[in-house]
């Protein structure tokens, strides 16, 4: 039996779509892959810092194409993801599309009213949802999955930013020693006086 899946931008997503693309995420080394990767990348630019984003729900997706990657996210209606984090996204090169938009769910099966006469299934009732498609050039997963970003015309690697808290290196001052931390910590001072 095939299952449909959601392949016209929101239109097509529905609960049968969803649970078909999770199935599919869960069988696949390759997805499950570029799924761990697509959230790399969101997790490296701090998007679930922003309220409500790591509430969302992968609906469809990964579908990767030949210079991005793209997955749609769901969230109930009264959580919508702060949309300030899509500025973080759109600065490294990510597309990002919104919509207010309604999905069958199956009701809770109580007794025989609560299925489709004449079915074992239960009757759906639309829910209002949000549904964020994100699209991540291949580059950047490259790049972030590699230790190494380039944001505002700067490479930072970020295995030497890891090894920098790892050893302290943000409390020492600018020359490596005590003498330095205490030059610094008499600039704060006074600018904050």
């Known amino acids: 039996m095939t299952h449909k899946v959601a392949d ?3 239109n097509d997503v529905d609960f049968v779509s969803i649970v078909s693309t999770v199935k599919g995420i869960m069988t696949s080394d390759g997805a499950i892959s570029m799924v761990l990767d697509f ?18 729900e992968l609906v469809q997706g990964p579908d990767v194409g030949r210079y991005n990657t793209s997955c749609i996210f769901m969230w109930p209606y009264k959580l919508m993801p702060d949309p300030k984090a899509v500025k973080r996204l759109l600065a490294v090169g990510c597309d990002v599309k919104w919509e207010k938009t309604k999905v069958d769910v199956p009701v809770e099966v109580k007794d025989y009213e609560d299925l489709v006469p004449g079915t074992n299934y239960p009757k ?8 964020v498609k ?10 972030i999955k590699e230790g190494s970003v380039d944001l505002a015309g700067s490479t930072i ?7 920098a808290y790892s050893e302290d290196l943000d409390k020492q001052g600018v020359g490596g020693n005590a003498e330095g931390t205490a030059q610094d910590q008499a600039q704060v001072d006074q600018a904050t006086v």
């Open 8 to 10: 016209n931008w929101f």
């Open 39 to 56: 959230e790399r990348v969101i997790d490296e630019l701090d998007i679930y810092a922003f309220k409500n984003w790591e509430l969302g």
């Open 134 to 143: 994100i699209t991540i050039p291949n580059d950047l997963m490259d790049d």
């Open 157 to 163: 690697d970020l295995d030497e930013l890891d090894d």
């Open 124 to 131: 759906g009732v639309k829910r209002e949802v949000w549904l």
